[in-house]
């Protein structure tokens, strides 16, 4: 059940947006047991954001996993992952934010798992 936001004030090309979604299908394998097979997206474009008090180029990204990583497996993750939309957006990474939250139930096909 991973699911990944992507906020940020740019216009993304329809290019960018499948690079996006081909890294981040490639990147949450870093976490064990997780796949681009289960991973939900969404992308976020042209929205009204600041940065420092400026409308400089940012990007947050959101990012929720079922059950726990350890710090290694988010800090692979958190690497590859800001690597691969400073390369595609060219949004430098000292622009880009990323949280992680870890949830030991979800909800999928009317049950609650976990």
Do not use: W
Not at 69 to 97: H, S, W
């Amino acid at each position: 059940m991973p699911f990944l936001r992507f906020t940020t004030n740019r216009t993304l090309t329809l290019q960018q947006d499948r690079k996006l979604k081909e890294a981040a299908g490639k990147v949450i394998s870093l976490f064990p047991g997780k796949s681009e097979s289960a991973l939900m997206m969404h992308i976020e474009d042209n929205q009204i954001m600041y940065y420092q008090g400026d409308e400089q180029d940012a990007m947050y990204v959101d990012c929720k996993i079922y059950r726990h990583a350890n710090k290694e497996e988010r800090q692979a993750f958190t690497e590859a992952l800001m690597d691969k939309v400073e390369e595609i957006t060219a949004i430098p990474k000292n622009n880009i934010y990323l949280t992680i939250q870890e949830f030991d139930e979800f909800g999928f096909n009317g049950k609650l798992n976990g």
